[in-house]
């Protein structure tokens, strides 16, 4: 991806472009790890739900996402299952892990809000500048096809997470945040060796 394009992302660090390389090599990690990516995105927009059910506005938004990215993981497994392939277990995700250790403890529960909003922005963010690549250089025609529908979905999800940001909180507070989250998801990047079998 090119600087002009992390920008418009907001990410400050490039994925290392061998990432790309390494995830061709086995297509069941990358596909397996991708479905249970998936998966837990649907389980956190449905606890956020949860937790803020009197936030109307968070609650009609995510909703339709949440079966948005249930119907990603079933495609994911029926590009499992076409391919002969078996779904495998699931894998600690460290960069995610990674991210929720520097969100704020001691904090109200809006506050946390705003936080979860700009995680979830930073992994929608993330894992679209992912799918790019995947759509633009792995070998098979099919397979790129593929990874497109999901950087373009990633994409708007990323851009919901900071509107709803912008909705309950002060637009300043937002930016500030956000780029101190930009920053944090840098350092924990650059400290991460590209691993194939991720798509973290």
């Known amino acids: 991806m090119s ?3 992390n920008t418009i992302l907001g990410l400050k660090l490039p994925t290392d ?5 390494i ?3 086995s297509l069941q990690d990358i596909l397996t ?3 249970f990516c998936e998966q837990k995105a649907a389980t956190q927009f449905i606890s956020l739900i949860q937790k803020y059910h009197d936030k ?3 609650v009609e938004a995510l909703a339709p996402v949440v079966t948005e990215e249930w119907g990603h993981f079933r495609m994911v497994l029926a590009e499992l299952k076409k391919r002969g392939l078996t779904f495998g277990k699931q894998r600690k ?3 995610v892990n990674l991210l929720l250790q520097h969100e704020p403890k001691s904090i109200s529960s809006e506050e946390r809000l705003l936080h979860k909003l700009m995680i979830c922005a930073l992994i929608e963010a993330r894992s679209c500048e992912r799918f790019r690549l995947l ?3 792995i070998e098979e025609e099919a397979l790129r096809n593929f990874y497109h529908k999901f950087m373009v979905s990633e994409a708007g999800h990323y ?3 900071l509107d709803l940001a912008k909705l309950y909180f002060d637009e300043e507070q937002v930016r500030k945040t956000w780029l101190d989250w930009l920053q944090i998801e840098k350092n924990i990047l650059k400290d991460l060796k590209p691993r194939g079998d991720r798509m973290h």
């Open 56 to 58: 109307t506005e968070l």
């Open 159 to 161: 851009r919901l997470f």
């Open 135 to 137: 759509s633009l250089h």
């Open 33 to 35: 790890d991708h479905a």
């Open 23 to 25: 995830a061709a090599i």
């Open 93 to 95: 995700d460290e960069y």
């Open 17 to 21: 472009p061998r990432w790309v390389d």
């Open 3 to 5: 600087s002009t394009e």
